[in-house]
């Protein structure tokens, strides 16, 4: 079964997953494949680990 992602982690903030594909050019689930400038990986957010109030470090939209 495969969660619905509302958000990935990387370069110390939450992004929403349209900006994190325009960032790394990727289309699919980032985890695992990608890492950040900091050379950590991008990994993913679901909605229970989110409070409900947080918005994407780049675009600024809520994330659910």
Avoid: Q
């Amino acid at each position: 079964m495969r969660y619905k992602i509302y958000g990935y982690t990387f370069e110390a903030d939450i992004h929403c997953p349209e900006c994190t594909a325009k960032r790394f050019n990727l289309n699919d689930v980032f985890e695992g494949k990608v890492n950040d400038r900091e050379n950590n990986p991008v990994r993913a957010l679901h909605n229970w680990e989110l409070n409900g109030d947080e918005s994407c470090g780049d675009c600024h939209e809520m994330l659910f």
